[in-house]
């Protein structure tokens, strides 16, 4: 069973920085291409990032582009989320989620970008 745990959010300013991780159980993460996507208030899921299994070929949202990076861990089987640049619209709940199958994601964790 996929088990997915994201942490690491909290309120910051805009401009400023968060790094969000997800702990992966139950299935073995190296196989597995990974996603983070969010959802904002009122809104649907955005997709943001995806890495590929072994981690070398990473892509972005648009919007996130240059600003944000994501990265993994096979042997601690942990994805993560740097966030730079924060603004406003940032604010979502994050999930992480296998590529192939978005409805896999844990909880989420809430970031917030607000002065």
């Known amino acids: 069973e996929v088990r997915l745990t994201e942490f690491g959010g909290g309120l910051v300013q805009p401009g400023g920085s968060l790094k969000l991780s997800c702990a992966a159980s139950g299935f073995t993460f190296s196989r597995y291409d990974m996603t983070w996507v969010r959802q904002a208030p009122g809104k649907g899921l955005e997709w943001v990032s995806t890495?590929?299994?072994?981690?070398?070929?990473?892509y972005y949202a648009g919007s996130v582009q240059g600003r944000f990076t994501i990265s993994r861990d096979n042997n601690k089987y942990m994805l993560y989320l740097q966030m730079n640049s924060l603004k406003t619209e940032d604010t979502a709940v994050y999930y992480c989620a296998t590529n192939s199958d978005y409805d896999s994601r844990g909880q989420g964790t809430q970031v917030t970008v607000s002065s």
């Open positions: 890495i590929k299994s072994g981690g070398g070929t990473t």
